[in-house]
């Protein structure tokens, strides 16, 4: 199972919007609304922050938010803030029964 | 508070044995598949495998399928992660994650993590 492909790296200014892109194939991403989004900040684990595509855990703020349309998940951060600075992994299930992740992205907050 | 609680970081030689911990607490620990991932050292997440801690059914990763085994101790809420023979690629972080399943799926929560590091 090939991981998913996210781009390595993308920036944003305070206050701007950013969206990630986390593409699949019709086995994976394509084929079920189980995408979910994590965010992994240097030494820490990995925290949920959007899961089936687009719900949000209690306690993510509402900038955080979920799409997909076809092979393709997003994940876009709006009003984008210095504490949101860190890596973010896409995860999906397969219809192999298992879940793979994407190569993850790192966020600069410029 | 639903949490996973690991073992403290490992510093093993090559063809050493090794056994990691993965504790849960505040929520019914069979109900849910227990889920480990590792992260090589400046790398991404890579999905090892599953454990139901309700009957030990374990699914692994193609990739690693024969060199570790998951188990769990459902009597004490434990999962674990082991090795026979550690070779120094094994060197990694290693987390635990609750998988919740069924009309939904999601990593939540994540262990602290283990690391382990393998050198001789």
């Known amino acids: 199972q090939s991981a998913l492909t996210q781009p390595a790296s993308v920036s944003g200014s305070p206050g701007q919007s950013i969206t990630i892109s986390c593409t699949g194939s019709s086995s994976d991403v394509g084929r079920y609304n189980y995408v979910s989004w994590y965010q992994q900040h240097p030494g820490k684990a990995p925290k949920l922050m959007i899961y089936?595509?687009?719900n949000r855990p209690s306690g993510v703020s509402n900038r955080f938010s979920g799409s997909k349309s076809g092979n393709t998940a997003s994940l876009t951060i709006s009003g984008l803030q210095a504490e949101d600075e860190a890596d973010y992994y896409c995860s999906s299930y397969t219809s192999s029964s298992t879940q793979v992740f994407g190569g993850g992205t790192k966020l600069i907050v410029l | 508070e639903v949490q996973l609680v690991q073992s403290g970081a490992e510093v093993k030689k090559p063809g050493e044995s090794l056994r990691i911990s993965c504790k849960g607490s505040g929520y019914s620990f069979t109900n849910n598949w227990i889920s480990w991932v590792r992260q090589m050292p400046g790398k991404g997440l890579e999905w090892m495998g599953r454990i139901d801690p309700s009957d030990s059914h374990t699914d692994y990763s193609p990739s690693l399928q024969g060199h570790v085994i998951f188990s769990a101790d459902k009597s004490i809420s434990t999962a674990y992660l082991q090795w026979s023979s550690l070779k120094a690629s094994d060197t990694a972080m290693y987390y635990c994650?609750?998988?919740?399943?069924?009309?939904?799926?999601?990593?939540?929560?994540w262990g602290q993590g283990t690391l382990v590091t393998v050198s001789s």
């Open positions: 089936d595509v687009s």
């Open positions: 994650a609750r998988l919740v399943y069924g009309e939904t799926n999601r990593f939540d929560p």
